[in-house]
């Protein structure tokens, strides 16, 4: 049995953990090798994505009383017998000539811990939201599982609470699903533990689907995999990142859209969101006005698969970065439509034909990793499905990723991610994660632009009370 003590500003309680254990299939599997798409085992997918989820009290609500079913049992019992249809996440990923990775299901297991922690859901107040403080005892990284290759490939960690409720945390190897497919998954899981004999949803593995072509030909143009050779430039220094939270209601969306010129009123809250980060990011890192700065915005591609369609069940990556690429004095200086174009354009470029020319670059180019010199990522899981998986207590109070900044390269990628605030609003919540030092001009011209759009963009901004990252 472990113990940590986790101290922030306001909460310090201790986390005993039980010994790691690698929980198999509950019955045989197959032994056998199966290929990754050439959408999964791109460079930029090869990381451990991180997930929390919150939940209350249900067996007794409103009381300390001890819950009448153990979730960490209940959870690792339905674990297992998820693992039957899902067996290849029961496997371990080796990786073959040209970078191929392929996952040998040899029915090892996934990791499970259990734990306690002498601290009740409320103590960590009304609104839980990323960044979690103490997320690395609440999702222990048990030596030897960091790995991409030759490693569990799901971790997950149960971990009781005094009041009863509980923290479901895990990490997933990204090269073997997406949100999609995660939530698919993890929905099997709690359909078991409610006591299903099978998943509602069959998995169907046809990776085969994402494949590159017979002789690959790119046929589209992919900036978001170009090579970048002047690495010149604004440095982001990552020995002094600051994670905030800000929150998105109606009002604030409301308030970004008066900037909205009128051909484009129609534009997606996620396309305006995105407009307005990479305003604000690019403002606060104060580059140079003729360094030229991205956006990658994540769109889920099973739409344009149409004749046929992705089938029902299939949980792999379906998904691309296309990139939107300006200089940083146009993102600032031009009006809110400027960005917002190269936004949308970026979205509409992801097209079936688009998808084919990406899976067929990864086999020609060597599965390279999207450009992240002075890049910016944004992924929208506000209908991934995080917020409705109930194993048996209801829905969780929080539900998602559980923090910004993840990937190869710390402070790249931003979620969108529902979330109630204090005052019961519903909204986006957004995970971002900058230099302190340019954290705080964010947070102010973030303010600004909700109060009063700035007139010069590389100049002190003003603030206002619009919004908060404190919620």
């Given at each position: 049995m472990a113990v940590s003590k986790v101290t922030d500003q306001?909460?310090?309680?201790?986390?005993?953990r039980r010994a790691p254990e690698l929980i198999p299939p509950s019955r045989p599997t197959p032994h056998e090798f199966k290929e990754l798409s050439d959408i999964d085992d791109?460079?930029?997918?090869?990381?451990?994505?991180?997930?929390?989820?919150f939940y209350k009290n249900r067996d007794h609500p409103g009381s300390s009383t001890p819950m009448v079913r153990d979730p960490a049992r209940v959870i690792k019992e339905a674990l297992g017998r998820a693992l039957v249809p899902y067996y290849p996440l029961a496997g371990r990923l080796r990786e073959k000539e040209g970078r191929k990775l392929v996952v040998e299901c040899t029915g090892e297991g996934a990791m499970f811990i259990e734990a306690d922690a002498n601290v009740t859901l409320d103590e960590f107040g009304d609104a839980l939201k990323p960044p979690f403080p103490l997320l690395e005892e609440l999702l222990y990284d048990v030596s030897g599982t960091i790995g991409v290759l030759n490693s569990?490939?799901?971790?997950?960690?149960?971990?009781?609470l005094k009041c009863g409720g509980f923290i479901l945390a895990l990490r997933l190897n990204h090269t073997m699903a997406d949100a999609v497919g995660l939530v698919q998954f993890m929905n099997a899981v709690a359909e078991l533990a409610r006591g299903a004999d099978y998943p509602s949803v069959p998995p169907l593995w046809d990776r085969h689907l994402l494949m590159a072509r017979d002789p690959p030909r790119v046929t589209c143009v992919h900036r978001e995999y170009e090579e970048i050779e002047d690495t010149k430039g604004t440095v982001i220094p990552l020995d002094d990142m600051v994670h905030k939270s800000f929150f998105f209601g109606p009002a604030e969306i409301a308030a970004v859209r008066r900037f909205i010129p009128p051909h484009l009123k129609r534009s997606s809250t996620f396309e305006v969101l995105t407009a307005c980060l990479w305003r604000c990011r690019t403002i606060a890192l104060q580059p140079?006005?003729?360094?030229?700065?991205?956006?990658?915005?994540?769109?889920?591609?099973?739409?344009?698969?149409?004749?046929?369609p992705l089938p029902t069940g299939f949980y792999g990556n379906a998904f691309a970065f296309p990139v939107a690429v300006s200089t940083a004095a146009q993102i600032c200086s031009n009006p809110f439509g400027y960005a917002l174009e190269?936004?949308?354009?970026?979205?509409?470029?992801?097209?079936?034909?688009?998808?084919?020319?990406?899976?067929?670059?990864?086999?020609?180019?060597?599965?390279?990793?999207?450009?992240?010199v002075?890049?910016?990522?944004?992924?929208?899981?506000?209908?991934?499905?995080?917020?409705?998986?109930?194993y048996g207590w209801g829905p969780p109070v929080y539900g998602g990723p559980a923090k910004g900044g993840v990937g190869a390269i710390p402070g790249?990628?931003?979620?969108?991610?529902?979330?109630?605030?204090?005052?019961?609003?519903?909204?986006?919540?957004?995970?971002?994660?900058?230099?302190?030092f340019a954290m705080e001009r964010f947070d102010t011209e973030l303010n600004g632009l909700l109060g009063d759009f700035p007139e010069h963009p590389f100049a002190e901004t003003r603030s206002s009370a619009s919004i908060s990252s404190s919620l």
């Amino acid at each position: 049995m472990a113990v940590s003590k986790v101290t922030d500003q306001t909460l310090t309680f201790e986390v005993r953990r039980r010994a790691p254990e690698l929980i198999p299939p509950s019955r045989p599997t197959p032994h056998e090798f199966k290929e990754l798409s050439d959408i999964d085992d791109q460079e930029g997918l090869r990381f451990q994505i991180p997930v929390i989820q919150f939940y209350k009290n249900r067996d007794h609500p409103g009381s300390s009383t001890p819950m009448v079913r153990d979730p960490a049992r209940v959870i690792k019992e339905a674990l297992g017998r998820a693992l039957v249809p899902y067996y290849p996440l029961a496997g371990r990923l080796r990786e073959k000539e040209g970078r191929k990775l392929v996952v040998e299901c040899t029915g090892e297991g996934a990791m499970f811990i259990e734990a306690d922690a002498n601290v009740t859901l409320d103590e960590f107040g009304d609104a839980l939201k990323p960044p979690f403080p103490l997320l690395e005892e609440l999702l222990y990284d048990v030596s030897g599982t960091i790995g991409v290759l030759n490693s569990p490939l799901l971790l997950i960690q149960v971990t009781r609470l005094k009041c009863g409720g509980f923290i479901l945390a895990l990490r997933l190897n990204h090269t073997m699903a997406d949100a999609v497919g995660l939530v698919q998954f993890m929905n099997a899981v709690a359909e078991l533990a409610r006591g299903a004999d099978y998943p509602s949803v069959p998995p169907l593995w046809d990776r085969h689907l994402l494949m590159a072509r017979d002789p690959p030909r790119v046929t589209c143009v992919h900036r978001e995999y170009e090579e970048i050779e002047d690495t010149k430039g604004t440095v982001i220094p990552l020995d002094d990142m600051v994670h905030k939270s800000f929150f998105f209601g109606p009002a604030e969306i409301a308030a970004v859209r008066r900037f909205i010129p009128p051909h484009l009123k129609r534009s997606s809250t996620f396309e305006v969101l995105t407009a307005c980060l990479w305003r604000c990011r690019t403002i606060a890192l104060q580059p140079d006005p003729e360094e030229m700065v991205r956006i990658i915005c994540i769109v889920n591609a099973r739409p344009v698969f149409k004749n046929p369609p992705l089938p029902t069940g299939f949980y792999g990556n379906a998904f691309a970065f296309p990139v939107a690429v300006s200089t940083a004095a146009q993102i600032c200086s031009n009006p809110f439509g400027y960005a917002l174009e190269l936004v949308k354009k970026a979205k509409g470029d992801v097209t079936l034909e688009y998808m084919r020319s990406l899976a067929d670059l990864m086999v020609l180019k060597g599965r390279p990793h999207f450009t992240v010199v002075r890049s910016f990522m944004v992924s929208d899981v506000t209908r991934a499905g995080f917020g409705d998986l109930d194993y048996g207590w209801g829905p969780p109070v929080y539900g998602g990723p559980a923090k910004g900044g993840v990937g190869a390269i710390p402070g790249v990628a931003s979620f969108y991610i529902p979330f109630k605030n204090g005052k019961g609003e519903e909204g986006i919540l957004v995970p971002i994660c900058l230099p302190g030092f340019a954290m705080e001009r964010f947070d102010t011209e973030l303010n600004g632009l909700l109060g009063d759009f700035p007139e010069h963009p590389f100049a002190e901004t003003r603030s206002s009370a619009s919004i908060s990252s404190s919620l």
